[in-house]
């Protein structure tokens, strides 16, 4: 199952992702999927932007090291025990990231153990989930970055207007950060659905049939 789970989630086109992520969105009600759309591009854009320009002030250095020229203390924790939504890695302002290793871990030797490789690649989990926590310390560094504007357009009354970002566009560029910094081969969105296997299959197959539907409205437009 989670081999056939890795090759199918790996070759979902661009346009699931972004059905995905719009889902997300709380306030996705007051924006088009055609304009929402065009934040998604230009927020991918922001994040690979941001990549290459570390990339280019701090060369092929590790995660834990660019967090250390970012002055930001990184913390490799077990999972917080407790109900809710679970958490894979958390950014705490100014500068704290905090990784659970353990979810991490176990769902990189369930790709491995199940072949899914073969269409993942070999992917440090942990070094994917501080890279995308890594764009969000940045975020702070960078505050002119796309994903820090206001977006849309909230109300207007007569001459009083109130505008409001997008939040999870904040995702979609640290997801494109992720991948870029790494040279992932697919989206890091792919990990949404395998990192809730270790600890919560029924979730992950809950989320595996929603993007299967997404993926159906798709191909069915297309």
């Known amino acids: 199952m989670i081999k056939s789970w890795c090759q199918e989630l790996s070759c979902f086109p661009q346009e699931v992702w972004i059905s995905y992520a719009k889902s997300r969105e709380p306030l996705t009600r007051l924006v088009s999927l055609e304009e929402y759309t065009s934040h998604f591009h230009a927020a991918r854009k922001c994040g690979m932007d941001l990549a290459y320009k570390a990339r280019q002030e701090w060369g092929a250095v590790s995660c834990l090291e660019m967090a ?11 999972m917080p025990e407790g109900e809710g939504m679970l958490t894979f890695a958390m950014f705490h302002e100014p500068d704290l990231i905090e990784v659970f ?5 176990a769902t990189e030797l369930l790709i491995r153990e199940s072949g899914g ?8 989990v942990c070094e994917m989930l501080l890279a995308h926590e890594l764009f969000h310390a940045m975020q702070l560094k960078y505050p002119d970055l ?25 995702e979609v560029a640290a997801m494109a950060f992720a991948e870029t910094l790494l040279g992932l081969t697919h989206t890091p969105y792919v990990y949404d659905v395998l990192m809730l ?5 029924m979730e992950a197959r809950k989320l595996y049939d929603r993007l299967q539907q997404l993926n159906e ?3 069915s437009c297309g």
């Open 68 to 78: 250390e020229k970012l002055g930001v203390r990184v913390e490799r924790l077990p």
């Open 101 to 105: 290793t353990d979810n991490a871990d």
């Open 117 to 124: 490789t073969e269409f993942l690649g070999e992917v440090d």
């Open 146 to 170: 796309y994903v820090n504007q206001k977006h849309i357009r909230l109300w207007k009354i007569g001459p009083f207007v109130r505008y409001s970002a997008l939040l999870s566009l904040e």
């Open 197 to 201: 296997l270790p600890q919560a299959t």
């Open 217 to 219: 409205e798709v191909s």
